[in-house]
């Protein structure tokens, strides 16, 4: 079969492979249908993400139909319609013992797409515990956003959301910027959002939930939403890892930051600040507390449109047409301006539907 190799810094193309098999009782062998392209996956090929093992295959959003089965198995078979959770947890280590399996001690070596061969590929080895059944009127392509979601979902479980009626915002209209504001919505928080790219903002126009505004700069918001430039706002979600400083500093009272970038930056932010205005500052990654499947539950009754966010499906042969949409040019190896109007992008594996 053919997978995607991640080499080294701007060193990525597809090979031909073994196919793979059941090993342990609750391995499955899933055929792959699609598989999104994720900021974590242009992070590994640009370096700005250097955690990815070499001769790693990457992907991890990703959908297909089961083709093997383990011994030991006995909640799927050969046919069924999955979608697949690349968080791997253990159950028994420090981490998973005290609340934090995204933080699995086992995580080296079982992260898809990281240290464990992900789904840019032809197949993937899963296990039982980590696949759900899709019903028949959910796509591959729509389910393939539940890992996206669960992280989201993750990331709004953080927040503790308690009032409806406060000041909140979201930076940056890419596909994670887009998940959060609609899952902000069904939480009853109507945020604004704030993109500079021209390109985001002609896809984001169109497809942000009601009374839900989008500008290209926060000082505008600020002033359109409230009169003022330095007017403070109660909650922001950063997914730019751009504008740490410029939120810290328009928190109102109890107000709280949620990063969500991978993003090498630092920030100097005063420390008095955080205790004397109760201010928060909190970081989000994974899958957590069931969010998988309540992220696979939202899509299978329309709650989060996630059909609206994909932009571009691509055929596996095209990958570097499809990371280029994303602005990352394998070819030339080095990051450019997006070009198109663009969410999240898909790469079709196969024809599996």
Known sequence: MLALKYHQTWDVEIQQVETL???????????????????????????????????????????????????????????????????????????????????????????AGVSYDGAFAGQYLAKENLLIRLDDHVSMEEASLTEPLSCTLTGVDKLGITHTNIRAAVAGAGPMGMLYIWALYERGVKAFMVEKNENRIQFARNNLPPECPLYSD??????????????????????TGQLTEYIFDHLAP??????????????????????????????SIDSLNNSFERAYAMIRDGV?????FISQIFDFKDYQQAFLTVGCDIASKTQVPLTTPNCKVLIRISDLK
């Open 254 to 283: 109890g107000g709280k930051l949620l990063n969500v970038a991978l993003k090498d930056k630092h920030a100097n932010l005063d420390i008095m600040k955080i205790a004397d205005k109760s201010l928060s500052v909190i970081g």
């Open 21 to 111: 098999s059941c090993i342990e009782p609750d391995d499955v062998v899933v055929d792959i249908a699609v598989c999104g392209i994720c900021g974590t996956d242009v992070g590994i090929i640009t370096g700005a993400y250097p955690v990815a093992v070499p001769g790693t295959t990457l992907g991890h959003e990703t959908t297909g139909v089961v083709s093997q089965v383990g011994s030991g198995m006995t909640q799927f078979q050969v046919g069924d319609r999955v979608v697949v959770n690349p968080t791997y947890f253990c159950g028994h280590c420090r981490m998973c013992q005290t609340g934090s399996p995204n933080h699995c001690e086992r995580k080296l070596g079982t992260e």
């Open 218 to 239: 926060f000082d505008e918001a600020l002033i359109q939403e409230y009169g003022n430039p330095s007017a403070r706002i109660d909650l922001c979600v950063d997914t």
């Open 304 to 308: 989060i449109p996630v059909k609206r």
